[in-house]
């Protein structure tokens, strides 16, 4: 168990809808990293917030955002969703300084129909 | 920008030993490694940072050449439970901490 948690673990949702998919840090990370693993595909860079900021942006769509809120947690928000958003999202966090091991979530599995 | 890792995949039989390189067109501060198993969350291996430390555990190490940008992952002995995915990860230099992977190497060890 590395401390991360992301809900909910599937998900299964129709073309043109919204979703929300959640993550909790560990316990003293600030910094949270989303990343979106499509079927055979490496993990693409998402976003990243540290404590409660934007702190850098990767492939990310417009249809695509998320926060960090006061209490860490973030949220990835996903909406006009394709059937090509179907794949794995993983949160990670990290401690504080950067250069540290990112600890990854179990992932939360998106199907669009 | 992506890291380029390389082989894309590799099968071994147990006990033999295989190389993953990870370059990058980019001065990097660090560079990471992780494992991911089918179905899982990836598991961090190490984190090598810039002055071309070696670093190991086990009979799994990695070297970083900060002037070439490049670090290699060293499997030595292969056992069954190094199949996997191995990802690389780099920071660049002057970065926000940003974490990028490559597109991860396929390692199958047979019995």
């Known amino acids: 168990d590395s401390g991360v948690t992301q809900t909910p673990k599937h998900l299964i949702t129709a073309t043109g809808q919204r979703v929300t998919l959640r993550c909790s840090p560990r316990s003293g990370d600030l910094s949270v990293y989303w990343y979106q693993q499509s079927l055979d595909q490496g993990l693409q860079f998402l976003i990243q917030y540290y404590n409660g900021e934007e702190r850098a942006k990767g492939n990310i769509l417009e249809r695509f955002s998320a926060q960090q809120f006061p209490d860490l947690h973030s949220e990835l928000n996903l909406s006009s969703l394709e059937l090509g958003d179907s794949a794995l999202y993983f949160c990670?966090?990290?401690?504080?300084?950067?250069?540290?091991?990112?600890?990854f979530g179990q992932g939360t599995r998106l199907t669009v129909v | 920008q992506q890291p380029v890792q390389s082989p894309q995949a590799v099968i071994l039989r147990e006990g033999e030993d295989a190389v993953i390189n990870c370059s990058s067109s980019k001065a990097l501060y660090s560079v990471h490694w992780y494992r991911q198993k089918h179905g899982e969350a990836p598991v961090f291996l190490m984190i090598l940072l810039k002055g071309g430390e070696q670093k190991g555990h086990d009979k799994i190490s990695a070297s970083f050449n900060e002037k070439k940008q490049q670090s290699s992952l060293y499997l030595t002995a292969s056992q069954l439970s190094y199949s996997g995915t191995y990802f690389c990860?780099?920071?660049?230099?002057?970065?926000?901490?940003?974490?990028?992977f490559g597109k991860g190497t396929k390692l199958t060890v047979n019995p």
């Open positions: 990860g780099t920071e660049e230099q002057g970065g926000s901490e940003k974490l990028v």
């Open positions: 990670a966090s990290s401690v504080p300084g950067g250069s540290t091991e990112a600890f």
